[in-house]
T-cell receptor, first 115, second 115 residues
Framework: DADVTQTPRNRITKTGKRIMLECSQTKGHDRMYWYRQDPGLGLQLIYYSFDVKDINKGEISDGYSVSRQAQAKFSLSLESAIPNQTALYFCATSDFPVGPEETQYFGPGTRLLVL | AQSVTQPDIHITVSEGASLELRCNYS??????LFWYVQSPGQGLQLLLKYFSGDTLVQGIKGFEAEFKRSQSSFNLRKPSVHWSDAAEYFC?????????????FGTGTRLQVTL
């Protein structure tokens, strides 16, 4: 499995603050993803990146931005945090294009509370 | 658009009893199907996946799932549940190749195991 790490693991911030969540992986995967998880809603895709120069919006990108600093690093920023961005955030990588079937591997998550 | 339905929000089983978690999907082509498990405070761990071939898929921790195209289902089963299986389980569908390979998650089923 991909070794995917996320920092911080927990974060409390205030409305209006800018924060960054970081994701790193050590398996050399090109594709990386950011999801948020809300109770009862499963996971929703925020942004995804197929390589350093290819970044795409997901289902719920409003209020978020991302940066792919290197193949191994993919950061998610909340420019001006609001309380309804309180959620559990997951980073994932995938092994595409080893084969046409793609498997995603998830980090441990960052729990964010916006007051 | 692809979608996943997990009809059971919460299931309770006794340790040693059999388990079946339901998953129904909607997808226009051949789906790629996944089951992930999220233990309390942990990230998502891949249990098993189906891409093609044998419709009965074996996974880790003694889990298996059966793909039934006629029923658009991919139910997860385990013959004998252990207390450590208590967690939340997510079914996901992915598909396509090239630029369109994204996962859609169900809302999850929380499994409680009684001793």
């Amino acid at each position: 499995d991909a070794d995917v790490t996320q920092t911080p693991r927990n974060r409390i911030t205030k409305t209006g603050k800018r924060i960054m969540l970081e994701c790193s992986q050590t398996k050399g995967h090109d594709r990386m993803y950011w999801y948020r998880q809300d109770p009862g809603l499963g996971l929703q895709l925020i942004y995804y990146s197929f390589d350093v120069k290819d970044i795409n919006k997901g289902e719920i990108s409003d209020g978020y931005s991302v940066s792919r600093q290197a193949q191994a690093k993919f950061s998610l920023s909340l420019e001006s945090a609001i309380p309804n961005q309180t959620a559990l955030y997951f980073c994932a990588t995938s092994d595409f294009p080893v084969g046409p079937e793609e498997t995603q591997y998830f980090g441990p998550g960052t729990r964010l509370l916006v007051l | 658009a692809q979608s996943v339905t997990q009809p059971d929000i919460h299931i309770t089983v006794s340790e040693g009893a059999s388990l079946e978690l339901r998953c129904n999907y909607s997808y226009g082509a051949t789906p790629y199907l996944f089951w992930y498990v999220q233990s309390p405070g942990q990230g998502l761990q891949l249990l098993l996946k189906y891409f093609s071939g044998d419709t009965l898929v074996q996974g880790i921790k003694g889990f298996e799932a059966e793909f039934k195209r006629s029923q658009s289902s991919f139910n997860l089963r385990k013959p004998s549940v252990h207390w450590s299986d208590a967690a939340e389980y997510f079914c996901a569908v992915g598909g396509g190749t090239g630029t369109a390979s994204k996962l859609t998650f169900g809302t999850g089923t929380r499994l409680q195991v009684t001793l």
